[in-house]
């Protein structure tokens, strides 16, 4: 069965292949999505959207809209839940992120530095620190004072993601390079080569041990986080590669594209699985839930679909 949560202009729509009826729940439209970011408690699963008009938050058993956090109505780039899933980051296009309590839907600070769109933000495993990718750098946030720990001057970065044991950054930029770096101390490990377009995405296997990048050059490549050497290159997408997700296990990568699709992959074998087609507009965005058993797609089309992909 596959479930969709549409987000149009003026509603939202809840369907599956197997309906007969469709459930219309009136909602705001919501803009293009180009992020989004899943949180599983004992309770429930929530999903974030950032969106062109702000930040908005669906659990995902009832399809209720839980918050909509937007003080500005700037534009959000991207989104991240905190460890505990008490916290949301969103950074948006006027270079700064916002932390806001998720039970209550409250602004609870604001981190300015960037003088840029911020790309990407991501929270360290413990829930200490936030990592901020924007206008040529790299920003890593004490998350309880606001403080901000360090700055590092890497270039255009598009994509930021910590290792599951937060000690490793990968950032993914412009130069067509992925770089790894020491999250404690700031020293550059590592430079992967062999992208021939911007790298829009990054993300770490659960294990640690893999790392997905995602590129303009229509291309995924996993690499060995120890060894820094490519393992395989996944090929079949025919737009730039926005972004990529593994799934909780390790098994599956999902990547999104400009070419309107999600494909799903194979990451013992890089076989492609399958082509999840219905987008009319570029994907920006991928994401499981933490227990695997859905993936959410975000596009340009106003959309959010989510996808069943464990029995």
């Given at each position: 069965?596959l479930f969709?949560l549409?987000?149009?202009?003026g509603a939202i729509?809840?369907?599956?292949?197997?309906?007969?009826?469709?459930?219309?729940l009136d909602r705001?439209g919501?803009?293009?999505?180009?992020?989004a970011?899943?949180?599983?408690?004992?309770?429930?699963?929530?999903?974030a959207v950032?969106?062109?008009?702000?930040?908005c938050?669906?659990?995902i058993?009832?399809t209720d809209?839980?918050?909509f956090?937007?003080?500005?109505?700037?534009?959000?780039?991207?989104?991240?839940?905190?460890?505990?899933g008490?916290?949301?980051?969103s950074?948006?296009w006027?270079?700064t992120i916002?932390?806001?309590?998720?039970?209550s839907?409250q602004?609870?600070r604001?981190?300015?530095g960037?003088?840029?769109r911020v790309?990407?933000?991501?929270?360290s495993?413990?829930?200490r620190?936030?990592?901020?990718a924007?206008?040529?750098t790299?920003r890593?946030?004490?998350?309880?004072s606001g403080r901000?720990?360090?700055?590092?001057?890497?270039?255009?970065?598009?994509s930021?993601?910590?290792?599951?044991?937060?000690?490793l950054l990968?950032?993914?930029?412009?130069d067509?390079?992925?770089?790894?770096?020491?999250?404690?101390?700031g020293?550059?490990?590592?430079?992967?080569?062999?992208?021939?377009?911007?790298?829009?995405?990054v993300?770490?296997?659960?294990?640690g041990?893999?790392?997905a990048?995602?590129?303009?050059?229509?291309?995924?490549?996993?690499?060995?986080?120890?060894?820094?050497q490519?393992?395989?290159?996944?090929?079949g997408?025919?737009?730039?590669?926005?972004?990529?997700?593994?799934?909780p296990?390790g098994?599956?990568?999902a990547?999104?594209?400009?070419?309107?699709?999600?494909?799903l992959?194979?990451?013992a074998t890089?076989?492609?699985?399958?082509?999840?087609?219905?987008h009319t507009s570029?994907?920006?965005?991928?994401?499981?839930?933490p227990?695997?058993?859905?993936?959410?797609?975000?596009?340009?089309?106003?959309t959010?679909r989510?996808?069943e992909v464990?029995p």
């Amino acid at each position: 069965m596959l479930f969709l949560l549409i987000l149009g202009l003026g509603a939202i729509w809840v369907f599956s292949e197997n309906a007969r009826n469709v459930t219309q729940l009136d909602r705001w439209g919501k803009g293009r999505i180009i992020d989004a970011a899943f949180f599983l408690s004992s309770e429930r699963a929530t999903l974030a959207v950032a969106s062109a008009i702000g930040i908005c938050l669906y659990d995902i058993t009832s399809t209720d809209e839980a918050c909509f956090f937007s003080d500005t109505f700037m534009s959000s780039s991207s989104v991240a839940f905190s460890p505990d899933g008490r916290l949301l980051a969103s950074g948006s296009w006027d270079g700064t992120i916002r932390l806001w309590d998720v039970a209550s839907g409250q602004l609870v600070r604001t981190l300015e530095g960037h003088t840029g769109r911020v790309t990407s933000v991501a929270f360290s495993p413990d829930g200490r620190l936030l990592a901020s990718a924007g206008s040529w750098t790299v920003r890593l946030w004490d998350v309880q004072s606001g403080r901000l720990v360090r700055t590092e001057h890497t270039g255009p970065v598009l994509s930021v993601a910590f290792a599951p044991d937060g000690r490793l950054l990968a950032f993914g930029s412009e130069d067509k390079t992925v770089r790894l770096w020491d999250a404690q101390t700031g020293a550059l490990l590592r430079t992967l080569e062999g992208h021939t377009g911007w790298v829009r995405s990054v993300a770490f296997a659960p294990d640690g041990r893999l790392l997905a990048s995602a590129s303009d050059d229509k291309t995924v490549r996993l690499w060995d986080v120890a060894s820094g050497q490519l393992v395989r290159t996944l090929e079949g997408h025919t737009g730039p590669v926005e972004s990529v997700a593994f799934s909780p296990d390790g098994r599956l990568l999902a990547s999104g594209s400009w070419d309107k699709t999600v494909r799903l992959w194979e990451v013992a074998t890089g076989a492609l699985l399958r082509t999840l087609e219905g987008h009319t507009s570029p994907v920006l965005s991928v994401a499981f839930t933490p227990d695997g058993r859905l993936l959410a797609s975000g596009s340009w089309d106003k959309t959010v679909r989510l996808w069943e992909v464990a029995p």
